[in-house]
Structure formats: structure tokens, C-alpha cells
């Protein structure tokens, strides 16, 4: 069992910068490949990045590729998401995933084994 904690979101001007973090418990954090996602009012859950256990390999969907990264610190069981640049259809609740068994794939097709409860992020024009 993994509990996932987001925080960081709020408010942001567009052309500026958020970044969340994903605190999970126990102790088989790095067994994990990580994933964000976001969902906006009115549209469905989408994939946004992933990180694969040890942080060698990282996936982004083309809308945020060049604006966000996912580093990860498995001594402190956390993952984050760094976001730049931010245009105001960022705007959205951003969760937090895990995938056993390094599973990235399934990630990268918006599923996962445990999810966070999510934090919203706010990009005004």
C-alpha cells in the first residue's frame, strides 16, 4: 500500500513557474515508476509525465515537453513537477501516480496502481 501527498500548487501568472511535489509512504518507494497527471473542468484525466524508478528515463506529453521535468529523490520517497513557462491551459487539478514494478508504460496510458487526491494549479493571462 502507498499513500501519495501532493502539494505546491496555487495561482500562477502566466510565463511563470510551480513546482509540485508528491510525498508517498512506505518503504518500497523506489519499486515505483511515477507519473503526473492533470484533469481541467469539463475535460478528461490526462497523462502529463512519468519517471521511470531510478530516474534514468523520463516521458512528457507534447504539450508540456521543453516546460516541465519530473526529477525524483528516492531517499527522500518523493517526486516532483517542476513546471515553467506556464500558459493558462495548464490550468487544472495535477495528481500524483505510482505504478509497481517500474511500469511506465501503463503510466504513459493514464493508469496506475495509486493516486494521490490532487492539488490544483491556477495560470491567470
Known amino acids: 500500500q502507498v499513500q501519495l501527498v501532493e502539494s505546491g500548487g496555487g495561482l500562477v501568472q502566466a510565463g511563470g513557474s510551480l513546482r509540485l511535489s508528491c510525498a508517498a509512504s512506505?518503504?518500497?518507494?523506489?519499486?515505483?515508476?511515477m507519473g503526473w497527471f492533470r484533469q481541467a473542468p469539463g475535460k478528461e484525466r490526462e497523462f502529463v509525465a512519468a519517471?521511470?524508478?531510478?530516474?534514468?528515463?523520463?516521458y512528457y506529453a507534447d504539450s508540456v515537453k521543453g516546460r516541465f521535468t519530473i526529477p525524483r529523490d528516492n531517499a527522500k520517497n518523493t517526486v516532483y513537477l517542476q513546471m515553467n513557462s506556464l500558459v493558462p491551459e495548464d490550468t487544472a487539478v495535477y495528481y500524483c501516480?505510482?505504478?509497481?514494478?517500474?511500469?511506465?508504460?501503463?503510466?504513459?496510458?493514464?493508469?496506475?496502481?495509486?493516486w494521490g487526491q490532487g492539488t490544483q494549479v491556477t495560470v491567470s493571462s
Open positions: 519517471i521511470r524508478w531510478n530516474g534514468g528515463t523520463t
Open positions: 512506505g518503504r518500497t518507494f523506489s519499486r515505483y515508476a
Open positions: 501516480a505510482a505504478a509497481w514494478g517500474d511500469n511506465v508504460q501503463d503510466l504513459t496510458r493514464n493508469r496506475a496502481d495509486y
